[in-house]
């Protein structure tokens, strides 16, 4: 093929693998807030009220937030206790705001039911903002999705108990939810759903991010219960290596069996500053917490809490929709390794039929090894120009915050660079069925390894490896019947783009506004792996038949 033809190909395939980009960023966006909602008007009205301006615990600030809570809670004629409390967690003497904490348990007890579900949200602020997203925007929301809730119980149509539980002093080490465990340990064999929301920056998705274990049936029931559904299996572990903590932590670690934690982390560099305020919260946002928590408690609030009690994990990842990919963990493990023995067996009958060249082997191992290699270099060239174009006399947020708005130039150039050694490399080939084998060992391998070690992130490997396996087999049978098999790789290139589009390109975003710059380079050897396996599976259009 020539070398003009080559270039086209290649740019061809850079613009296909940008689209998907494109593709994935968009699977965990937002859409625009339906801004005529009653129900959402309701909450930016609390809001506006509740992220007034910074109320830290034990100020006279949260007590005009507490009276605001406490005085909807009364037009409501709900039934409600607030519970005062000091640093020690001891029960207060006096209802002192300057020296005293104080949560409100509202309860709706419908009568022949023993099960229940609680939402829970935190109504201080730290001393840095006023804490519209962190956690405003949670607490005016669960008022709304109370409103309604008493609504129900009032006419009848409730079936499960409910407990709304508005926490003071999270900021300060959760002090309100380890008050609640502690001094309600009662509650807790009825409580058959905890969802906590918080929030780490003002816009964007609104993230399941957290759960409890055993939450593969628990996860079904969500995707039921919610119009969008953002989550990752992986998130909890990203969440583990992060200096947080929330009131759910608590719930956790007091034998709480069923729960979820939501949270939106985009634009992290407004968490605990003046900036969270009302006016800078992402409207669209904002109507996503308010939609999800509306219909969480809707739907859990009528459907049979014991339907999601299973013994294993869930393996999951958002998907272009707003809903997410769900498969049991067993059952993700066993299409591993069906795929993975398969590529084995087929690995060894290409050999057999001697279809398989050594020294084409090596290339292809040069040229993925070589890939990587300068994926990395160019990762850290890029951190450190940036660094020296934004200035050593900046802050590190600031760092954070500029680099996190061209971090997509890296995906960009990841991917020219790649494409490019694709198109070099192809000049020097004489049969691509090596460059198919070599990827699918490594994503064989690959989801082996994380099925024994971190099981959450299998999904990643599942699909590239069926693709893989598929083209290799149809290429080995096309070239037989004498056919280059150029159709079949555009095919598995594009089914390679969409895959890595839904399932590695947004989990990819989340961790970067969950941790920053500093996995700039992990995220530029993923990037060439995605990259890699696309180009792999196009590679064949640029390479004649033996």
Known sequence: MKNNNRMLLGMILVCMILGGLVIGRGVISVEPADEHDAGYQKAMGHLSVIAKEVHPSQTPEIEQVRQ???????????????????????????????????????TLDVPESNEAVMLVSHYDSTAGGPGAADDGISVASMLVALEQSMNAYQAGTLKNDMYYLFTDGEEQ?????????????????????????????????????????????LLGELKRAVSHLDAFSVAARIYEMMPNDTDLTLFLNNGYTSCLNFAMIDGGDTYHQMSDNFENISRDSAYRYYETITE??????????????????????????????????????????????????????????????????LKSAVFFAGSLAASALLSTGYRSAVRALVGNGETTTDFDRFIGYVSIVQAVLVCLLVTSLTVWVSKSLKSYQEQLILAMMICAIAGMALMMWFDCLIYLFMMPLAILLAQSVFVYFLQRSGKTGSVVCWI????????????????????????????????????????????????GTMVRKK
């Open 68 to 106: 605001y809570i406490r005085d909807e809670l009364n037009r409501m004629g709900c039934n409600y206790v607030e519970e005062s409390f000091d640093f020690e967690g001891k029960h207060s003497k006096n209802n002192d705001p300057n020296k005293d904490l104080t949560n409100f348990i509202v």
């Open 173 to 217: 080490r959760m002090l309100g939810a380890e008050h609640f465990v502690k001094n309600h340990k009662d509650m807790r064999q009825n409580i058959k759903l905890v969802a906590n929301f918080e929030a780490r920056g003002n816009e964007g998705a609104l993230i399941m991010f957290q759960t409890s274990a055993n939450n593969n049936k």
């Open 296 to 361: 969480i408690a809707d739907y859990f609030g009528n459907s049979d809490l014991n339907d999601f009690i299973d013994d294993e994990n869930g393996v999951y990842f958002p998907t272009i929709g707003g809903s997410i990919f769900l498969l049991s963990a067993s059952c993700a493990k066993t299409i591993v390794t069906i795929l993975s023995v398969m590529a084995l067996v087929w690995f060894v009958i290409l050999i057999i039929k001697k279809q398989i060249n050594g020294k084409e082997m």
């Open 492 to 539: 598995s290139a594009i089914a390679m783009i969409v895959v890595m589009s839904v399932s590695l390109y947004p989990l990819m975003k989340v961790i970067y506004d969950a941790l920053r710059n500093a996995f700039l380079l992990y995220f530029a050897l993923v990037e060439a792996l995605g990259a890699y396996l696309v180009n792999v599976c196009f590679v």
